[in-house]
T-cell receptor, first 112, second 114 residues
Framework: KAGVTQTPRYLIKTRGQQVTLSCSPI?????VSWYQQTPGQGLQFLFE???????NKGNFPGRFSGRQFSNSRSEMNVSTLELGDSALYLC???????????FGPGTRLTVT | QKEVEQNSGPLSVPEGAIASLNCTYS??????FFWYRQYSGKSPELIMS????GDKEDGRFTAQLNKASQYVSLLIRDSQPSDSATYLC??????????????FGTGTLLAVQP
């Protein structure tokens, strides 16, 4: 069974721009979550989707948003990029509440 | 107090020894506990999951959970240089089933010396 896939793998953007990251979960998984990983803050939860509904949201500004489609694929969007948004963005998928989460390879975003 | 705490290390052990990694969590209602391994520049890889008090063994890995002490540990037997990585402890608070997210510790860097 194929794992979680994320595109693109690397991205360089300029301050003020916006970016959209994509995630395809493991087949059959209906929960998708997003995390931001930085050297200073570690892995921080952004949001979680289940059946196209955002069920949980982390403590991030409104510039960070996401959505999930009917095929469980998910996208996250960051608007008005700041230098501090440079990070590894990880998507994970799960069968459901309490089950294990499997991570994709991540998207490395660099904001200049 | 951080929600999930780990010693950042580095924890250095000789090849063939047992590596012991520890994690404490603050939310007593937490239900699910996970250990992930992350190599430099890579994404987290699931090593173990544990849901009940006691030990759970999988190959060279043993996870231990003590909910009364709010403590989770991971033992790696016969440590190999390829085990050198950052080990992340993650907790799913799972409040009545409404929360499905992971809260991560900062990770412990393990270095296995040949």
């Amino acid at each position: 069974k194929a794992g979680v896939t994320q595109t693109p793998r690397y991205l360089i953007k300029t301050r003020g721009q916006q970016v959209t990251l994509s995630c395809s979960p493991i087949s059959g998984h209906r929960s998708v979550s997003w995390y931001q990983q930085t050297p200073g803050q570690g892995l921080q939860f952004l949001f979680e989707y289940f059946s196209e509904t955002q069920r949980n949201k982390g403590n991030f500004p409104g510039r960070f948003s996401g959505r999930q489609f009917s095929n469980s694929r998910s996208e996250m969007n960051v608007s008005t990029l700041e230098l501090g948004d440079s990070a590894l963005y990880l998507c994970a998928s799960s069968m459901g509440t309490g089950n294990v989460w499997y991570f994709g390879p991540g998207t490395r975003l660099t904001v200049t | 107090q951080k929600e999930v705490e780990q010693n950042s290390g580095p924890l250095s052990v000789p090849e063939g020894a047992i590596a012991s990694l520890n994690c404490t969590y603050s939310d007593r209602g937490s239900q699910s506990f996970f250990w992930y391994r992350q190599y430099s520049g890579k994404s987290p890889e699931l090593i173990m999951s544990i849901y009940s008090n006691g030990d759970k063994e999988d190959g060279r890995f043993t996870a231990q959970l003590n909910k009364a002490s709010q403590y989770v540990s991971l033992l790696i037997r016969d440590s190999q240089p390829s085990d050198s990585a950052t080990y992340l402890c993650a907790v799913n608070p799972n409040y009545g089933g409404a929360t499905n997210k992971l809260i991560f510790g900062t990770g412990t860097l393990l270095a296995v010396q040949p």
